[in-house]
């Protein structure tokens, strides 16, 4: 939507997860199975579990958007007798002067400007495990053989109400995003996955709907 001189609504960008592990496919080979998704709207949470084709390892994979620490988590988990070897890249949204995405230690990377503010955004990865493994190519970080990881991500602007340019702070950014994501990665999932409940719930507990002789 183009709204003239107040700017646009555009899609910021997208987060590609892909498993190169060969142990699940599309097709009928080596299908999924037990699949379930879910969303839990009193805690925040939603995920979805299931199973490799003949049944020896299961997988889950949860997320939630946390307010006390302003980042999006994923934790993805197998349990059984696979590891995980996933590869996680970052596409930016059409028409917002993204620049290129850069991918080190563990993180991705990019940038850009729009008509007012300048934006930055990162993702961390964090594996998990005694034989897993995390490099980075110029496509993406890739992990491998691992029993769990972690996910974080972070975006913020330099956007001001207070300023007289409605900016501030630009030059702060990127290093900003990555204290971020860095603080929430050594904090942890547990931490994360309580504090963000904790938050959450002091919303939705505030009200309590019951409908009698409910199928």
Same mark, same amino acid.
């Given at each position: 939507?183009?709204?003239?001189?107040?700017?646009?609504? =555009?899609?910021?960008?997208?987060?590609?997860? !892909?498993?190169?592990?060969?142990?699940?496919?599309?097709?009928?080979?080596?299908?999924?199975?037990?699949?379930?998704?879910?969303?839990?709207?009193?805690?925040?949470?939603?995920?979805?579990?299931?199973?490799?084709?003949?049944?020896?390892? =299961?997988?889950?994979?949860?997320?939630?958007?946390?307010?006390?620490?302003?980042?999006?988590?994923?934790?993805?988990?197998?349990?059984?007798?696979?590891?995980?070897?996933?590869?996680?890249?970052?596409?930016? &949204?059409?028409?917002?002067?993204?620049?290129?995405?850069?991918?080190?230690?563990?993180?991705?990377?990019?940038?850009?400007?729009?008509?007012?503010?300048?934006?930055?955004?990162?993702?961390?990865?964090?594996?998990? &495990?005694?034989?897993? =493994?995390?490099?980075?190519?110029?496509?993406?970080?890739?992990?491998?053989?691992?029993? !769990?990881?972690?996910?974080?991500?972070?975006?913020?602007?330099?956007?001001?109400?207070?300023?007289?340019?409605?900016?501030?702070?630009?030059? !702060?950014?990127?290093?900003?995003?990555? !204290?971020?994501?860095?603080?929430?990665?050594?904090?942890?999932?547990? =931490?994360?996955?309580?504090?963000?409940?904790?938050?959450?719930?002091?919303?939705?507990?505030?009200?309590?709907?019951?409908?009698?002789?409910?199928?």
């Amino acid at each position: 939507n183009d709204y003239g001189g107040y700017g646009q609504y =555009k899609n910021f960008g997208s987060i590609f997860v !892909e498993d190169i592990s060969g142990v699940i496919g599309f097709g009928s080979n080596n299908p999924a199975k037990d699949y379930v998704r879910y969303l839990d709207i009193e805690e925040g949470v939603a995920g979805v579990r299931y199973s490799n084709a003949d049944g020896t390892t =299961k997988y889950e994979r949860t997320y939630f958007v946390s307010e006390p620490d302003q980042v999006f988590a994923a934790r993805y988990t197998a349990n059984g007798a696979n590891k995980l070897s996933l590869k996680f890249s970052y596409a930016p &949204g059409e028409g917002i002067n993204a620049s290129a995405v850069t991918y080190a230690d563990g993180q991705a990377t990019f940038s850009g400007k729009l008509t007012t503010v300048s934006y930055n955004t990162r993702f961390n990865v964090v594996p998990v &495990g005694d034989e897993a =493994k995390m490099t980075a190519t110029e496509e993406g970080i890739v992990v491998e053989n691992a029993d !769990e990881v972690l996910l974080i991500m972070t975006a913020g602007t330099d956007y001001d109400i207070t300023s007289k340019t409605f900016v501030s702070g630009t030059s !702060e950014l990127s290093t900003i995003m990555e !204290e971020r994501v860095n603080d929430a990665a050594q904090k942890g999932w547990s =931490k994360l996955y309580a504090d963000h409940v904790v938050n959450f719930k002091s919303y939705t507990g505030r009200v309590k709907l019951t409908f009698d002789d409910a199928a």
